[in-house]
T-cell receptor, first 117, second 111 residues
Framework: EVQLVESGGGLVQPGGSLRLTCAAS????????MHWVRQVPGKGLVWVSR????????NCADSVKGRFIISRDNAKNTLYLQMNSLRAEDTAVYYC??????????WGQGTLMTVSS | QTVVTQEPSLTASPGGTVTLTCASS?????????ANWFQQKPGQAPRALIF???KKHSWTPARFSGSLLGVKAALTLSRVQPEDEADYYC???????????FGGGTKLTVL
C-alpha cells in the first residue's frame, strides 16, 4: 500500500525556520518525482516545489524561491522541505505528492504549518 | 503568471450529469497540458481522479470521466451521487519554472 506521511508542522514565529518531512512507503521512491503542494485552510491548492527522482534537479515557486529548499534521501525513502525566513502568508497545510509521467496519484494527509507570533 | 480557471461552484441533482471545466490563460487546453483532476472533501487530502486528460486511476469510479471540451479540459460526473459533493481541482502541467498550476477549484453541491 502506497503511503506518504508528512510530519514536522507546527507553530513557528515570523522569520523562523522549520523542516517538513514526508516518509514514503509501498513503492519504489527513487523512481518518482516528488512535489510539495500547500493549501491555506479554506482556499485552493498551490504548487510549492519539486525534485526529480535522483535529487539532482529542483525548482520552486517564485513565492518561496530563496527561502524554501526541497531535498530527498532515497536511501531513507524520505522527502524534505526546509523552510526559512517564514512569513505569515506561508501558513498552510503542506502536502507531499507523488508524480510519474503526468500522473499525479498519491497525496499525503498533510501537515499544518502556522507562522504567527 | 499563468492562471487556470474553474467554475467557482456548480449544483447537480442526484442521478444527473454535471460537467466541470478547466481553462488556461495561455490559450486552449490541449493534451500536451496533461490535465489531472482531484476531489477533496472537507478535512481530507485531495484524492486523484483523472490523469493525462482522460485516464482513470484504478480507484476512480466509472461515472467520472475526463475529456477536452472545446478549449478547456473537462471532468464529467454521470449518475451523480450525494457522496460526490466535494471540491474539485484541475491541474495543468506547464513545465519549466511553473510546472504545475492548479485551478481555483469548483465546489460541487448535490441536491
Amino acid at each position: 500500500e502506497v503511503q506518504l506521511v508528512e510530519s514536522g508542522g507546527g507553530l513557528v514565529q515570523p522569520g523562523g525556520s522549520l523542516r517538513l518531512t514526508c516518509a514514503a512507503s509501498g513503492f519504489t521512491f527513487s523512481d518518482y518525482w516528488m512535489h510539495w503542494v500547500r493549501q491555506v485552510p479554506g482556499k485552493g491548492l498551490v504548487w510549492v516545489s519539486r525534485v526529480n527522482p535522483d535529487g539532482s534537479y529542483t525548482n520552486c515557486a517564485d513565492s518561496v524561491k530563496g527561502r524554501f529548499i526541497i531535498s530527498r534521501d532515497n536511501a531513507k525513502n524520505t522527502l524534505y522541505l526546509q523552510m526559512n525566513s517564514l512569513r505569515a502568508e506561508d501558513t498552510a497545510v503542506y502536502y507531499c505528492v507523488r508524480d510519474l509521467n503526468w500522473a499525479v496519484s498519491y497525496w499525503g494527509q498533510g501537515t499544518l504549518m502556522t507562522v504567527s507570533s | 503568471q499563468t492562471v487556470v480557471t474553474q467554475e467557482p461552484s456548480l449544483t447537480a441533482s442526484p442521478g444527473g450529469t454535471v460537467t466541470l471545466t478547466c481553462a488556461s490563460s495561455t490559450g486552449a487546453v490541449t493534451s500536451s497540458l496533461h490535465a489531472n483532476w482531484f476531489q477533496q472533501k472537507p478535512g481530507q487530502a485531495p484524492r486523484a481522479l483523472i490523469f493525462d486528460t482522460t485516464k482513470k486511476h484504478s480507484w476512480t469510479p466509472a461515472r467520472f470521466s475526463g475529456s477536452l471540451l472545446g478549449v478547456k479540459a473537462a471532468l464529467t460526473l454521470s449518475r451523480v451521487q450525494p457522496e460526490d459533493e466535494a471540491d474539485y481541482y484541475c491541474l495543468l502541467h506547464y513545465g519549466g519554472a511553473q510546472p504545475w498550476v492548479f485551478g481555483g477549484g469548483t465546489k460541487l453541491t448535490v441536491l
